[in-house]
Every structure is written in structure tokens, then in C-alpha cells.
Nanobody, 119 residues
């Protein structure tokens, strides 16, 4: 069983920056895509950014040019650097990882971490 532990987040003023980190621990064969999603109150969970094991990335249009996702395959970690934050970035952010075991694969989720951007 894999556990994804998120850290970072918090409260920041509009225009500021924050960083999120997520570390995967447990017993597994490999990790493919890792990513960040967010869910604002009253809204559905949405993709923020995803990074493949090869390093290829994909971002939501709303965060392109402001957020940067990165990963360390050796440490099984993924990070999200958020710059030029806006009040509409306020949400609970979730780390996700496509975990491969010997016989199957599944997507695991972190518990979520709050990011609040004040205007």
C-alpha cells in the first residue's frame, strides 16, 4: 500500500508564491505519472499539472506560466511551485500518483492540503 504525504501550502497574498511537495512511500514496483489536482468549494476536482516519469509535463490553461511541476524519480517525490498566485487558486490541492505493482496499477491520492490566496 502506498501513502502520499503532502506538505507546504498555507495562506499567501495575491501575487505571492507557495510550494507544495508530495512524497510516496510504501512497497510498489514503479510510479508513472504524478500530478496535482485541486478542488475549490462547490466545484469539481480539476487537474492542475501532471508530469510523466520521463519528465514530460501538462498544465491546466489557468496555471500555465505561473506554476511549475517537477519530480525526483529517485526519491519518489513531486513538487509544485506556484507563482503569481490569484484568489481563484484557492483550493484544496491533492497529490496523485499512478502506482504500479507487479500485478496491477492504480492511482493513489494524498489527503489534500489547503492553499488560500487572499486578495
Amino acid at each position: 500500500q502506498v501513502q502520499l504525504a503532502e506538505s507546504g501550502g498555507g495562506l499567501v497574498q495575491a501575487g505571492g508564491s507557495l510550494g507544495l511537495s508530495c512524497a510516496a512511500s510504501g512497497r510498489f514496483f514503479s510510479i508513472n505519472d504524478m500530478g496535482w489536482y485541486r478542488q475549490a468549494p462547490g466545484k469539481q476536482r480539476e487537474l492542475v499539472a501532471v508530469i510523466a516519469k520521463s519528465g514530460g509535463t501538462n498544465y491546466a490553461d489557468s496555471v500555465k506560466g505561473r506554476f511549475t511541476i517537477s519530480r525526483d524519480n529517485a526519491k519518489n517525490t513531486v513538487a509544485l511551485r506556484m507563482n503569481s498566485l490569484k484568489p481563484e487558486d484557492t483550493a484544496v490541492y491533492y497529490c496523485s500518483a499512478e502506482i504500479h505493482y507487479l500485478a496491477y496499477a492504480e492511482v493513489s491520492w494524498g489527503q489534500g492540503i489547503q492553499v488560500t490566496v487572499s486578495s
